[in-house]
Structures are given as C-alpha cells and as structure tokens.
C-alpha cells in the first residue's frame, strides 16, 4: 500500500448522499464486494449491521480470509448483533476507540491485497477512513456506507478542539467556548467538519440553531 495519504474522501466508486457543492463533503455508496482483494476487513457500528451482513452474504465476496470487528450501540439490532457475534473472525468490541486500535493493527500487518469495508454512522466511517489512509491506505482499497447517525465531529478552526456528536448547525466549543458554525467543509485526515466562530463577521448576530444532523 502507498504511504500517501489524503485530505477527502474518494468518489470514485460511491455515490453522493448529499446536494453540497462542496467538494470535500464527504459522498457515501453501498457496500460492494471487492474481487481484486486478498483480504477483507469489514467494520461497523450500529445501525451498520444490516449492511455488513448484507454484504457478508454477497456471494461474489471472494473466498478468503475476512476480519469483522464491530461495536453495537444501544440501537443496534439484538437480531443482527447475534449473526455478527456467531460468526468465524468476528470480533465484537465494547466502544469504537478499541475497534480503531484493533483496526490499526491489522491494517499494520495487511500486505498487498487488503480490502477495508466500513458501515456506520458518519462521525464512525469517518474515523475508519482516517485511520485507514494514514496507514498508506489507497482509496481504492476502502469503501464506507453512512447507516445510522448523521452527527457529525467538528473541528474547530480556532483551538483545535475536537467536539464529537453535534446534531445543530451551531456547536458550543468544548475547548475555547466559542459558537462554531458547521459547515460541509471536511478534513478526511482529521475525519471533522470544520467549524468556525459563527458571529465572526457581526459580533452578537448568531444564525437560527436548526437540527441539522440528526
């Protein structure tokens, strides 16, 4: 794999989810076999599950070894948790920062021919993607399906601060306490939407909160 990394999403083989012209907004498809791959990886959380299974059972998902770490949350389907955790190589896990070290271990010790497949709520896919591409990960090689929460982690352009779970157009910075509005612009490297003071240009003239990203 290519030690490069990037700063969007790939379209390449997915479709928009959304009306945005903005170019970083990151795009989603469904889960696809890949037949190039030696290896598959298939990741998710919550509402992904349906997704993962839906692929699993795709008969053109080339024979082969697959890995499937997920982590439920508490919408997640009883039903389909079950099939994941009767599975051969699944490996279900308490929280999404345990899957993501897991994740990077195998992506660590993955040669050439590794397929990633990751389905889930959009602050989740985005994390995968990230951690993916910064281990050399083309994108190619991945591919995500947002399922579940739109929330979204914001990134504040001020401080840094990574703030997780915003559903409102407008976010309380954790770090600076200032009124960040969201925007669709997106950083795959941090896997956040960039949010920026939202009374920058006329002090005190805050846009409506609106749910935006439920």
């Not at 083309?138 to 997780?164: F, K, M, W, Y």
Request: aromatic share 4%.
């Amino acid at each position: 794999m290519s030690t490069a990394t990037i700063d969007t999403i790939s379209t390449s083989t997915i479709a928009p989810a959304a009306t945005s012209t903005i170019k970083s907004r990151p795009v989603y498809g469904t889960l696809v076999p890949d037949p190039t791959g030696r290896f598959h990886i298939v990741v998710g959380d919550g509402g992904g599950s349906a997704a993962i299974l839906r692929l699993l059972a795709d008969p053109a998902l080339p024979d082969g070894p697959c890995q499937v770490l997920f982590t439920p949350t508490p919408t997640s389907s009883a039903s389909d948790l079950s099939t994941l955790a009767a599975r051969a190589n699944a490996e279900i896990l308490p929280d999404i920062a345990t899957l993501l070290a897991r994740l990077r271990t195998l992506l660590g010790d993955c040669r050439m021919g590794a397929r990633l497949y990751a389905a889930g709520s959009e602050s989740f896919v985005g994390m995968v993607m990230s951690s993916a591409a910064a281990l050399g990960m083309l994108p190619d090689e991945r591919q995500g399906e947002h399922a579940g929460s739109a929330a979204r982690r914001v990134h504040c352009t001020h401080c840094r601060q990574i703030n997780t779970d915003a559903t409102t157009n407008l976010v309380d910075c954790a770090g600076c306490g200032r009124t960040l509005l969201v925007r669709d612009h997106y950083s795959q490297r941090l896997a956040a939407f960039m949010g920026v003071q939202a009374d920058a240009e006329q002090p005190g003239a805050m846009p409506e909160l609106r749910e935006t990203f439920p």
